[in-house]
């Protein structure tokens, strides 16, 4: 099975970034709507509620997950913090 279309959002949290998946087709390949409305329903949904969330591409997200502890949201993007 093909994996569905997603669009990547990070949550602004306390203590880092939080990263999650918006599917945005459903299984039987029709669009789902991915409006900000329907994006915050599903941050709610996910426990989140209140939190700051934006847009993120696949290649916005760092690759070293090591570094998970000292992400932080600034101006639209993840960025890696000095220990």
Do not use: C
């Not at 700051?52 to 992400?71: H, K």
Request: charged share 30%; no cysteine; net charge negative.
């Amino acid at each position: 099975m093909d994996h569905p279309s997603v669009q990547h959002i990070a949550i602004d949290m306390t203590d880092g970034v939080a990263v999650m998946q918006f599917i945005t087709q459903n299984d039987d390949g029709t669009p789902r709507s991915a409006q900000d409305a329907d994006i915050e329903r599903e941050v709610v949904r996910a426990g989140y509620g209140g939190k700051a969330w934006v847009r993120v591409s696949p290649e916005d997200i760092p690759g070293d997950r090591t570094t998970r502890s000292r992400w932080r949201l600034r101006d639209g993007r993840i960025v890696v913090t000095s220990a």
